[in-house]
């Protein structure tokens, strides 16, 4: 009986302060407090940017050092070899419409071996090279697709094979003319608080264990080394045209797709599907997911230097506008759901508004006036943005506004 109690209070006391510890999010516009947001422009030595050179040689470098030391970590410089093996190939696929492509991409330093798994689908009635869309799935290659061909990746359930195949209108891209590919993101980073030692993390020069430095990056940062890593891929594949290349990620994956767009140049296009906090929202809004709610949910998405700013986004040297501006003149599209409140779907587009400050400096427009457009009007500038009905999610309509966009910027 006294075992019972003690166990009672214990339980009780973790309860009393998980809830003590939870942190509710804002959904109360008048609560969104008075902010400034960083100058684009304007370099750290009050230097005014005026030109696309002094833009590029002075002010980008500047951003992306912050982002990479206070947000999302320095990516290392480590060696690492690279191979490919093609797993299988179907060159009938969607009865006859695509080639249907799996391979495994492996990672070595000569002590740790690191492996992803690709899902290709290229369109048969093209010859030659095809753009393409690149997104990581959440739960595994065999999620997209019920065609049970298709190889499981690592950490998922036989159980879920075409579980996300809504989310992912393969039919359609292919006969928009496009290929399409992903991998699973947990073959990068495992996608909970504990996993570095699993992840791709080692390879790079973690030691596991070790204390994490300040500007160590996590998973967002592994996420978006994985991304660049396909790039490599899709730069030896003759039958993709790596110049054509849309990365496009949806939540936690939009972040990482910013940021990979961000450091690589190599992506034609950069998509945010719902992004939100450390994506393409505002932080400084303090609304929906907030820099505390997110680093203390996720510690192991961002660099540790981040949970700095947890509670005192008023104090960031940078915000999410920036990121934005970092892809610039690529075209970039951002995309909100009004019922994702979470995601702060006004601080989605004012981001995205207020980065075309840098891409005005390249000749190109940016998003047209500082008030959102009305619910499923997509704008389709240099800089896209749509908020559609609905919820936190990919739907056919999302795709729609990202093809449409890829026909105007990639074709």
Not at 97 to 123: D, E, H
Not at 245 to 268: E, N, T
């Amino acid at each position: 009986m006294k075992k019972l109690i003690l166990t009672t209070l214990l339980l009780t006391g973790i309860f009393t302060s998980m809830v003590a510890q939870r942190i509710e999010p804002n959904y109360d516009e008048s609560k969104v407090p008075v902010y400034e947001l960083p100058p684009l422009l304007v370099s750290a030595k009050g230097k005014q940017i005026k030109s696309i050179k002094q833009w590029e040689s002075i002010r980008r470098p500047e951003i992306l050092e912050m982002f990479s030391s206070q947000m999302f970590g320095k990516t290392p410089g480590s060696p690492f070899t690279t191979s490919y093996e093609v797993v299988s190939v179907d060159a009938n696929a969607l009865d006859g419409k695509a080639t249907c492509k799996q391979l495994r991409i492996s990672f070595s330093n000569g002590n740790t071996v690191r492996s992803m798994l690709m899902l290709i689908y290229l369109p048969n009635h093209i010859k030659g090279k095809v753009p393409l869309f690149f997104a990581y799935n959440f739960d595994g290659n065999q999620t997209v697709s019920s065609d049970p061909g298709i190889l499981f990746s690592n950490h998922t359930l036989e159980n879920k094979r075409g579980l996300k195949v809504r989310r992912w209108p393969i039919e359609m891209i292919i006969s928009k003319g496009y290929g399409v590919a992903t991998a699973c993101y947990h073959d990068i980073f495992y996608d909970e608080k504990d996993k570095h030692a699993e992840s791709i993390l080692p390879l790079l020069g973690y030691n596991p264990g070790q204390p994490l430095e300040g500007d160590s990056w996590q998973a967002i940062g592994a996420w978006a080394w994985g991304m660049s890593r396909a790039m490599d891929y899709f730069e030896t594949d003759s039958r993709i045209d790596a110049k054509r290349i849309a990365l496009m990620g949806h939540s936690r994956h939009g972040k990482a797709a910013l940021w990979a767009g961000a450091q690589d140049q190599r992506f034609a296009i950069v998509i945010s599907n719902e992004s939100g906090c450390g994506g393409a929202a505002l932080s400084k809004r303090a609304y929906g997911e907030t820099v505390a709610v997110i680093t203390n949910s996720f510690p192991h998405w961002f660099c540790p230097n981040f949970s700095r700013f947890a509670n005192n986004e008023q104090s960031l040297p940078f915000d999410q506008h920036e990121l934005i501006a970092l892809i610039a003149p690529r075209p970039v599209y951002v995309a909100s759901a009004v019922d994702d409140r979470w995601a702060d779907p006004k601080g989605e587009y004012l981001s995205a508004f207020h980065a075309g400050e840098v891409y005005r400096l390249y000749g190109y427009d940016g998003l047209p006036s500082e008030e959102m457009p009305a619910l499923n009007t997509p704008v389709i500038s240099r800089v896209g943005y749509h908020i559609r009905t609905g919820v936190h999610d990919v739907t056919d309509f999302d795709w729609q506004c990202y093809l449409n966009f890829a026909d105007k910027w990639m074709k």
